[in-house]
Nanobody, 121 residues
Framework: QVQLVESGGGSVQSGGSLRLSCVAS????????MGWFRQAPGKERELVSY???????WYLDSVRGRFTISKDNSKNIMFLQMNNLKPEDTAMYYC???????????????WGQGAQVTVSS
């Protein structure tokens, strides 16, 4: 049974930083595309960043240069370091896994429960 558990959300002021963590059980990170999504109230869920199975990294344009994704395959843990946060980054952030490794937004089939990130101006 696959389980993804996020932690590290919170409330910060604009310009602040937060680090999200995602611990997985029941899957092997190196065999999946692992990513972070977010969903703000009234908006569609969007893919923020991911690690492909070959280790390449992708970022949403609006977070590139401010967010950094990393992982430790030996511990099945993934991080999203978020710096210079802006009010528009406010959302529920989800860790997700795509077992087929295609890294398309619609292919992520396993999800965590979400971690709330709130950025005030």
């Amino acid at each position: 049974q696959v389980q993804l558990v996020e932690s590290g959300g919170g409330s910060v002021q604009s310009g602040g930083s937060l680090r999200l963590s995602c611990v997985a059980s029941g899957l092997i990170y190196s065999r999946h595309c692992m990513g972070w999504f977010r969903q703000a109230p009234g908006k569609e869920r969007e893919l923020v960043s991911y690690f492909s199975r070959d280790g390449s990294i992708w970022y949403l344009d609006s977070v590139r240069g401010r967010f950094t994704i990393s992982k430790d395959n030996s511990k099945n843990i993934m991080f999203l370091q978020m710096n210079n946060l802006k009010p528009e980054d406010t959302a529920m952030y989800y860790c997700a896994a795509d077992p087929r490794g295609w890294c398309r937004a619609g292919d992520f089939g396993f999800w965590g429960q979400g971690a709330q990130v709130t950025v005030s101006s």
